[in-house]
């Protein structure tokens, strides 16, 4: 058997992976207009507006509206849909925290639904149990950018009149049968940070096609003004969240690569599934096939459960990290997170301590990620990622170089 590299053998690979942002000229370009227009916020902006009209066509969707960032667009997404104080939130446990502090940062109460155990994202199956007088919304998350069943989700939210709002913040240009993600929902929000497919360090943008939303969202984001009020009518209470020019700047400058990049990461996604499926121990995640374009954020993929049972995770990806593959932990289940029961605890006076199985063994035991610039390397890179799966798991003893 071939040494590790945690044990002095010969890495399989020491060539870095892409970096991520990808710049260039194209964000110069932009950033240089904003810079000598002297208009950089407030009101004659040109570039905010022109990329809101981008991205929602880009997206299918009616009406965008740009904010601060991913956490503050799911805020207002519920603000906006009426969602208040006390209100409940079902949502995934396997997601980033500000899934939950959004709801949080208002007052209303995140109940996480489980996830599927072979896609990793919201269960609808569970949620109907959750319900109670006083759930006002469903957020679901794109986890990794492959959208959730928006198919069954929208029939339950429907049924039950819930508003559904999609955190998309890993999913830019995803589609779900052929439709993009943001607005299959009643709202959907995205996130600019720094790791996100389209980086603006930071920033956001709520998508919907219903205008009153969209009308309310604004003003929330506004200060309270309306949009064809004067400067000091503010009709509600608001505040000021707005993005600024040179976010929207950099933000164009990125969407002109993001076509050429998803396919890309769409190819090289497609391939490594391919190339791990064939590893005893490993299993690749399930992809609906009514994902018609994953967003591929991360790349996720998990131990069986034989192996997960008597390896730490931990160790696997020690291991990997020596080879040179950069695979990560992610989250913590946010079930599970005591910031959370305790901040629940103080709205509700409950200590509430959900279960989620699922999730929390996906999280503790099973699932690896990579993330999405790894993606934008090229094919032989792709195979080095298997190789050293393959050489990692026949090390911890699963006993095969590879299915028959
Ligand atoms: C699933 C998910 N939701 C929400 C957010 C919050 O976005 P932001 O960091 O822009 O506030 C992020 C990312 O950071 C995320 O990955």
Redesign the pocket.
């Known amino acids: 058997m071939e040494a590790l590299a945690i044990h002095g053998g010969a890495p399989v690979r020491t060539k870095p992976f892409p970096q991520w942002p990808v710049y260039g000229e194209a964000e110069e370009r932009h950033l240089l207009e904003v810079l000598h227009s002297g208009k950089w916020g407030g009101i004659g902006r040109v570039k905010l507006p022109e990329f809101e009209e981008r991205f929602a066509a880009f997206h299918g969707a009616a009406h965008a509206v740009t904010v601060v960032?991913?956490?503050v667009g799911?805020t207002i997404a519920l603000m906006a849909a009426g969602v208040g104080p006390g209100d409940e939130v079902i949502m995934p446990p396997y997601?980033?925290i500000?899934?939950a502090t959004s709801s949080l940062l208002f007052g209303a109460i995140p109940v996480f639904a489980d996830v599927e155990p072979d896609t990793l994202l919201l269960d609808p199956d569970k949620i109907e149990a959750l319900i109670t007088a006083k759930t006002k919304a469903i957020v679901t998350?794109h986890?990794g950018g492959a959208p959730s069943d928006m198919t069954r989700l929208r029939t339950i939210a429907d049924r039950h009149g819930l508003t559904l709002i999609e955190?998309s913040?890993?999913a830019v240009g995803a589609r779900w049968e052929g439709k993009a993600v943001g607005a299959l929902g009643d709202l959907g929000t995205f996130?600019?940070?720094s790791s996100k497919n389209i980086n603006a360090g930071?920033g956001?943008i709520i998508l919907t096609n219903d205008k009153k939303l969209a009308d309310k969202a604004w003003s929330l984001v506004n200060v309270g003004r309306i949009r064809e009020g004067a400067w000091y009518q503010h009709e509600h209470i608001g505040w000021n969240l707005r993005m600024t020019e040179f976010q929207a700047a950099v933000l164009l400058g990125q969407m002109s690569r993001l076509d050429e990049q998803m396919d890309k990461r769409e190819r090289n996604g497609k391939l490594l599934t391919e190339l791990l499926g064939n590893i005893v121990g490993i299993h690749t995640i399930r992809r609906d096939p009514r994902i018609t374009k994953h967003a591929y954020h991360l790349y996720l993929f998990k131990l069986d459960s034989s192996v997960a049972d008597t390896v730490d995770k931990n160790e696997v990806i020690r291991r990997l990290n020596s080879e040179g593959i950069p695979v990560s932990y992610g989250y913590v289940s946010l079930n599970r997170n005591e910031a959370l029961i305790r901040e629940i605890e103080s709205r509700t006076g409950e200590r509430r301590v959900q279960d989620c199985p699922i999730s929390e063994r996906a999280c503790q035991k099973e699932v690896l990620w990579l993330h999405q610039n790894v993606l934008l390397a090229e094919e032989e890179d792709m195979v080095d990622i298997a190789k050293a799966v393959r050489k990692v798991m026949a090390s911890l003893g699963t006993g095969s170089m590879g299915r028959p």
Do not use: K, M, P, Y
Request: glycine share 12%.
């Open positions: 960032n991913g956490t799911i997601t980033f500000a899934t998350v986890l955190d913040a890993q996130s600019f940070q930071e956001g």
